[in-house]
């Protein structure tokens, strides 16, 4: 089967979301079995573009092409990507391909693509990844709600599936009018960069003692409900280091205030982190924390979990799986910051219970989100949406 997977940031592009690397890691299983291109952009964080030497190559068992981004400030803000280049091809070479997976549904040029697959006659199957969520599309801004409205929701209702990552987002989607939905759960591929030591320093002993070392991995947005976790490390008396990894995307400044405010030594901004970097954080700490507001299907939970972590999350990140699986605890979005407060004071005091934890977390990852879990998941639909 030749596939065709759009999506128009790739990893190593992190930071612009959790789908980039899903798409590398799903290309690089399914490449096993089948022939399979990803048109991408040389997007790789806000200001950066990724070189010709950087990018991928054949190496990885798929086709990368790459198509220039005009202008990076624009996509990584408000998700208006140039990568025009991306249509021509695929009008030239959609012979090529069985079937058209899309990623996003708020970047223009792939719902133009998505278009012309449609009227080429060719398969299409699109993930939202999450984005369209009722928190989410109440706060998106007049540019995006339009672009769905007018573009994007009535292409979306003729594609062959909408793939969803949990039941949560699935019902969110039928609320919507979208009737022909899939539920294929994200899934991550073992690590294979090796932990770094650059911060080495914050996971030693205070001079309180063994503090609780807590990581959290991701954008700095004000829908990850980082100001809640922050003030809820002031209302704590326990030691407790808690160690923010991710790109600025709104929320620095306000996360600065607060701890200046509440005269927090104990909390580390560390900007965007490299795969090492992010292995040593997941391996050192004692539990991953994603306060997140509202959330699809979070990377950046899996890889904890795969870890061995013990994950603090909210209702909001749509994992029930991980309380009946006892692999951490779920706290409710309402009242944040104190609940939040509750569960590290929970976890700092009881060691034991923490580390069981953690074992139900990788088991629980091996069970069910690993990527060749995904992978098998995904060509079963693929199939199904064949002609033949």
Known sequence: MRLLQVCS??????????????????SRDLARRHHLTIYTTDVWDERRRIRPGERLASATGFEVEYFANWWNRPAFRWRLFTGWGMVGRFIHRHRAFALVHVHDVYILPQLVLVLAALLLEKPVVV?????????????RSWLKAGLFRLVAQPLLRQVNCLVATSAQEA???????????????????PPTARPSRRFGRLFRPSRRGRD????????????????ELV??????????????????????????????????????????????????????CD????????????????????AGRPVLITNGCNFPQVAKAGAGIIVSTRRLAPRLAAAL????????RRRAMGKRARQLFNRHYTISTMAESLEELYRRQLPF
């Open 212 to 227: 609780l070392k807590v990581v959290y991995i991701g954008k700095l947005h004000p829908q990850k409900g980082l100001p």
């Open 9 to 26: 940031y790739l990893y190593p592009a992190m930071a612009y979301g959790g789908p980039a690397k899903v798409v590398y890691d799903l």
């Open 171 to 189: 019902a969110d989607l039928r609320r919507l009018g979208f009737d022909r939905v899939a539920i294929v759960a994200n899934g991550v591929a």
């Open 345 to 352: 004071d929970y976890l700092a005091r009881h060691p034991r």
């Open 231 to 284: 003030s809820a490390l002031a209302q704590l008396e326990r030691p407790v280091t808690l160690i923010l990894a991710g790109p600025d995307d709104g929320a620095q400044p306000r996360l600065e205030n607060l701890i200046n405010r509440y005269r927090l030594t104990n909390v580390k901004l560390v900007g965007t982190v490299n795969e090492s970097e992010k292995q040593e954080l997941l391996t050192g």
């Open 287 to 306: 539990v991953f924390v994603y306060p997140s507001l509202a959330e699809g299907f979070s990377i950046s939970i899996l890889e904890a979990l795969q």
């Open 127 to 139: 993930s939202a990844h999450g984005v369209l969520d009722p928190v989410r599309s109440r706060r």
